[in-house]
């Protein structure tokens, strides 16, 4: 194992307190492990929380800020945070209007963000929650009953977090976090394996010449293994497996996302497939991002996650957002 | 070679479609392979040019865009961009005020930078060019006579972008390019080496406990071969490398850089020593990035940039900036 780290058991607050030292819009609760922007929430709006397993950075501290999250509860690497961190990261975010949960469909994720929930209505916090499951790949899997959230998260993130920041209610909110899950959808491609800092070794292996298509986002097998071919090839499976679940039609949102070891010149190569795609099946790709923005630590690979937009999603989209990963003013 | 391309010798010109169709605010020159704003020159505005090899990204094409470059050379990836190519881009970003080029130091690129600014000469157009040489590792290398340019280009770009949108002459320009260069250092470190599309094969080898102190963008022997030791080690390797070279105080720019295959997470253990360090020197880290920015493909591995600012300095760092990866106004 190779990495630029002190010790395996120590990753995630030597991180943590990098966070804090880089990002002072961000304040970092290093002890409970949780997130939140520096100003504190503001009264009146909805406060929105996420979190998961840590290795997938920048999500979710990443996208802490201005028109997105209120905060993020970081679990040890490929591992759920604990109700106790998301209450906690609940309560500091609470502003008298109720938070929503946003949450990836992991069962250990879920159970926790449930607990978490229930016990915040103990200290009378109104909780909702949006499960992500946008992961068309396969149904169920190592660490899921249905369908896995992965790429659709930032969208929910940003387009929940921009209506938030505009006034909407929780019932709203939780409304609108369904529908661009409901409208959204992913495909990943791994190219090679990660190793989580406390194992040591890969979670799995891929011969030189193989890939694995369908892959989860901490390596969990996809639907098949199948021979490295072309980024066009590669590109229409996915895109194939994508517009079979939910047929693609008018105006979408593309993000081309790295996994964390793949160049972003590589990226780029997918992203000019992934529009050429969209041309010949007479689909607009109105909205975009190319990068790494929910990766598996340094697994080569990408994934591909398209959003059928709609006139206020969009609006919602490009409304401003201030985030270390995510940053624009329109 | 496992990478998400289509032909090994396609790959740049699959790219620069990909960032077309991804990014509106670029125009992308394709047959002539150099990116510019869409909007064209502004008239009174000296106009700012840098390129080199691709395989960097997202230098220097993703600092294309208001408040940094006026455009980008990409040249095959770890290839030199030729000199008609930069004087097509020279051309098409003069508005009348002159043309600075910032060149990173490698024989190549300082060759065509210079014929393609003799050129321009030729059709009336005046260049000065900055060269970017911070890198402390060696003296001389295998691409390189002098030091190598590395990571500082990122602040020269972004600060003399900010200066030449507020109006700075040529000849302003290019001396606070040289002040930039002349207050920044870099140290890199590789964990694995990288695979140019066209070889096939990875440029170097390194044994599984083995890293290279001070590695080069291409991959270039650095000052020694180490055994992998903690991130607080390497940090404090590369810092008392530059402190040795420019000895630091005041208040400074850090950035530390993922060289494409790092995980996000391993840049915030990476930053938070760095952080301790500064602190334990008396140095305070008033700006910073963390992320990918000058990358060598998907080699792992890390390199750390640090500015010495100044007043003025920091206040063009803070300056408003659009561009695909780098974004922000304040």
Redesign the interface.
């Known amino acids: 194992m190779?990495?630029?780290?002190?010790?395996p058991d120590g990753?995630?607050v030597?991180?943590?307190?990098?966070?804090a030292?880089?990002h002072p819009s961000l304040s970092v609760n290093v002890a409970d492990r949780y997130v939140t922007r520096a100003g504190g929430p503001r009264s009146g709006k909805v406060g929105l929380v996420s979190g998961g397993g840590?290795?997938h950075?920048?999500l979710h501290g990443?996208f802490v800020g201005y028109g997105m999250l209120d905060a993020a509860c970081p679990g040890e690497?490929f591992t759920s945070p604990v109700p106790d961190q998301i209450l906690a990261a609940t309560k500091a975010v609470d502003a008298g209007s109720g938070v929503l949960h946003i949450v990836k469909n992991y069962t250990g994720d879920v159970l926790n963000f449930q607990m978490a929930a229930e016990l915040a209505a103990d200290s009378a916090v109104r909780v909702e929650s949006v499960l992500v499951n946008d992961d068309v790949a396969v149904e169920n899997s190592t660490w899921t009953a249905g369908r896995r959230g992965t790429g659709a998260t930032v969208f929910v993130e940003k387009i929940v977090g921009a209506a938030a920041e505009q006034g909407a209610n929780l019932a709203t909110a939780a409304a609108l976090g369904k529908e661009v899950n409901e409208r959204s959808r992913s495909f990943g491609v791994a190219?090679?394996p990660c190793t989580v800092p406390a194992a040591g070794k890969p979670g799995f292996e891929l011969a030189?010449d193989e890939?694995e298509l369908g892959v989860g986002i901490h390596g969990e097998p996809g639907r098949t293994r199948g021979k490295?071919v072309?980024?066009?090839e590669?590109t229409a499976i996915a895109l194939e497996a994508i517009h079979a679940d939910m047929p693609l039609s008018g105006e979408v949102l593309v993000m081309v996302n790295g996994m964390?070891?793949?160049?972003?010149?590589?990226?780029?190569?997918?992203?000019?497939?992934v529009?050429k795609w969209m041309t010949a099946h007479g689909v607009g790709?109105t909205r975009?991002l190319?990068g790494?923005y929910i990766?598996s630590?340094?697994m080569?690979?990408?994934s591909i996650t398209v959003c059928r937009l709609t006139p206020q999603l969009t609006q919602l989209w490009d409304a401003p957002v201030?985030t270390p990963a995510l940053?624009?003013?329109r």
Do not use: H
């Open positions: 190779k990495k630029l780290i002190n010790e990753v995630l030597d991180a943590l307190n990098g966070v030292a880089a840590s290795g950075e920048p990443g690497v190219l090679t030189e890939i490295l072309t980024a066009k590669i964390g070891g793949t160049p972003l010149i590589e990226l780029y190569v997918v992203f000019d497939a529009a790709i975009s190319v790494n990766t630590l340094e080569a690979g990408c201030e940053r624009w003013g």
